[in-house]
């Protein structure tokens, strides 16, 4: 009969404790790691994911074009000096002034209390010995009580005089430094517009400063350099285009299991995504250059492609303001390249082939040695 209570008292849903150490309590274990697994596993599945979709949207963004030539003749206008006002001072004259007397006023309160004392002593006494004490007394606390009145006068003007000069003096070293301020503000505008007269009238110097200035602020997430040279306001541009391993060989895609899935992407894919890429680089590198070299007329970008010795030149076009303009809003690379007519070769599955090309036509039966070069990397 025990046994049968005990046995009911189970099922009548008494919970059975679980021992630390059992096989219950390693169990629980088990499965909690199992979980934690999973959900570190899921982890690194979503960063896998958007690690693949942050290279792809870097690619593409490469592709948005914006251009929009500097105002120089807004920037010739010189900026005014707006100088600095000095703080009035005269309150911290009036502040030491105060500050001092306060000193004397304890003392001279003691002072003027006793004289009140020993004068009510000397008006009501009788006593011949306390009237000569107290006449005595009276005055020479009026004697003390004059002294100390010329000493406080006397410290409170040495106080204040002292106080006036080094306000002077601060003074007198801020009107030097505004003066210093106003003089490297007037030295750095004529600089400024100097700089911008000179790039107005195509000093060569002027230019390449201005151009390593923007290349090097206009960098990619991958290494790209370019080659400028420079004749008669002429610019050819050779630009080193990266590698095509960059251009990722898979698509990747999130299923509802929270794995990524895999698919290669068929060369053709691979290519035209390459030769897009290598437009975009073009085309921006193109724009950041025209959009602040005023005296720029015509331009040539040349795509080259370095693997070990082998140098080859994969497309080229030539520019204005005007094409390059119609270019950049074109809706991607490949588009700009139509726009500007460029000259490339390439198979059925878009494999860019090497071309040959010369140096610009305007630059026919000149000295190499006129020709200015310039060597930048665009790197992040």
């Not at 090097?216 to 990266?242: C, E, Q, R």
């Not at 991607?332 to 860019?352: E, R």
Request: include cysteine; hydrophobic fraction near 40%.
């Amino acid at each position: 009969m025990k046994g049968v209570d005990r046995m009911t008292k189970k099922r009548d849903g008494q919970a059975t404790k679980i021992l630390p150490g059992t096989r219950q309590d390693k169990g629980k274990v088990y499965v909690d790691e199992l979980y934690f697994r999973h959900v570190d596993q899921m982890d690194r599945w979503r960063q896998e994911y958007d690690h693949c979709q942050m290279v792809e949207n870097t690619l593409a963004a490469i592709s948005n074009f914006n251009y929009e030539e500097v105002d120089y003749t807004s920037l010739l206008i010189r900026k005014p000096w707006k100088e600095r006002t000095i703080p009035d001072c005269s309150g911290m004259l009036e502040k030491v002034r105060i500050e001092e007397e306060r000193k004397f006023v304890m003392p001279i309160t003691t002072h003027v209390g006793l004289l009140l004392v020993l004068i009510f002593m000397l008006l009501i006494s009788s006593n011949v010995i306390l009237l000569w004490i107290s006449g005595v007394g009276v005055v020479t606390l009026l004697a003390l009580l004059a002294i100390l009145l010329q000493k406080r006068h006397r410290d409170i003007e040495r106080i204040v005089i002292a106080k006036q000069k080094e306000i002077d003096d601060w003074i007198a070293n801020e009107q030097q430094l505004i003066q210093k301020e106003k003089e490297k503000h007037e030295h750095a505008e004529d600089e400024r517009i100097k700089g911008i007269e000179n790039l107005i009238a195509g000093d060569i110097g002027t230019i390449f400063a201005k151009i390593d200035q923007i290349l090097t602020g206009t960098s990619f997430p991958f290494h790209v350099s370019a080659d400028v040279a420079v004749y008669m306001n002429v610019a050819a541009v050779k630009i080193w285009l990266p590698p095509k391993s960059i251009i990722p060989t898979q698509i990747c895609a999130l299923q509802s299991s929270g794995r990524p899935s895999f698919q290669e992407k068929e060369m053709r894919t691979i290519n035209k995504q390459y030769f897009e890429l290598c437009a975009a680089v073009s085309i921006r590198v193109m724009s950041a250059i025209y959009a602040h070299i005023p005296s720029f007329r015509i331009g040539y970008v040349y795509g080259m492609s370095k693997e070990g010795t082998n140098t080859e030149c994969l497309f080229t076009c030539k520019f204005d303001r005007q094409i390059l303009e119609a270019a950049c809003n074109a809706a991607n690379g490949l588009a700009a390249m139509q726009v500007a007519k460029a000259i490339f070769n390439c198979d059925t599955s878009l494999t860019l082939l090497p071309i040959e090309v010369g140096d610009p036509e305007e630059w026919e039966n000149i000295e190499l040695q006129l020709v200015r070069n310039l060597h930048i990397d665009l790197f992040r």
